[in-house]
């Protein structure tokens, strides 16, 4: 059973970099699946981030491209992702994913980031 | 890049079908057999339902099924139960990116 557990701080202030890592267990990163990123603003809908490979291969959604920077480590089984200049309307629950051709199977629990000075 | 659209809610009473449509263009759900769907209940995390159009994850209903038509894909719930009382997202590949664009969402109520 894959388990994905989103770590990072749940306040950031207006302009920063908001910055999630997200550990992998009982299933090696360096697979044939992409990890990203969905948000999910409080009482609004799903918002597809970004995914990479193990390889570092990169696949943004085009208007965060600008602000977004995914990494990811191997030797930690981990990957992350950097958002920078934030602002209240990047407040939302953040939750990191395995994914397949699209499709994400296997989710961390969400944590919520709050842009707020 | 716009969402794919989707019914805001949709109801149905126990035992009935209900089908939520997600409606795209042809850079997205109309060029790629990538469509999925996720089940949210309250305060939970989002479940994948379908995948690929049509396929099912391990342990998912078969009550639950998946088509496409064009631009426009379709998540249908045969036999509603209560515990189906949830928000559906539907998801495609797009040509933008390339990325990936959810649906607004579908509030289901089971009357």
């Known amino acids: 059973q894959v388990q994905l557990q989103e770590s990072g701080p749940g306040l950031v202030k207006p302009s920063e970099t908001l910055s999630l890592s997200c550990a992998v267990s009982?299933?090696?990163?360096?697979?044939?699946?992409?990890w990203g990123w969905i948000r999910q603003p409080p009482g609004k809908g799903l918002e597809w981030i970004g995914t990479?490979?193990?390889?570092?291969?990169?696949y943004y959604k085009p208007s965060l491209k600008s602000r977004v920077t995914m990494s990811v480590d191997t030797s930690k089984n981990q990957f992350s992702l950097k958002l920078s200049s934030v602002t209240a309307a990047d407040t939302a629950v953040y939750y990191c994913?395995?994914?397949?051709?699209?499709?994400?199977?296997?989710w961390g629990q969400g944590t919520l980031v709050t842009v707020s000075s | 890049q716009s969402a794919l659209t989707q019914p805001a809610s949709v109801s149905g009473s126990p035992g009935q079908s209900i089908t939520i449509s997600c409606t795209g263009t042809?850079?997205?759900?109309?060029?790629?057999?990538?469509v999925s769907w996720y089940q949210q209940r309250p305060g939970k995390v989002p479940k994948l339902m379908i995948y690929?159009?049509?396929k099912r994850p391990s342990g998912v209903s078969n009550r639950f099924s998946g088509s496409k038509s064009g631009n426009t894909a379709s998540l249908t719930i045969s036999g509603l139960q209560a515990e189906d009382e949830a928000d559906y997202y539907c998801?495609?590949?797009?040509?933008?990116?390339?990325?990936?664009?959810f649906g607004g969402g579908t509030k289901l109520t089971v009357l």
């Open positions: 690929e159009v049509s």
């Open positions: 994913m395995r994914e397949l051709g699209g499709a994400a199977d296997y």
């Open positions: 042809s850079s997205d759900v109309g060029n790629y057999d990538l």
């Open positions: 990479i490979s193990h390889s570092g291969k990169t």
């Open positions: 009982d299933y090696s990163i360096r697979s044939d699946y992409y």
């Open positions: 998801c495609s590949q797009t040509i933008s990116g390339p990325s990936v664009i």
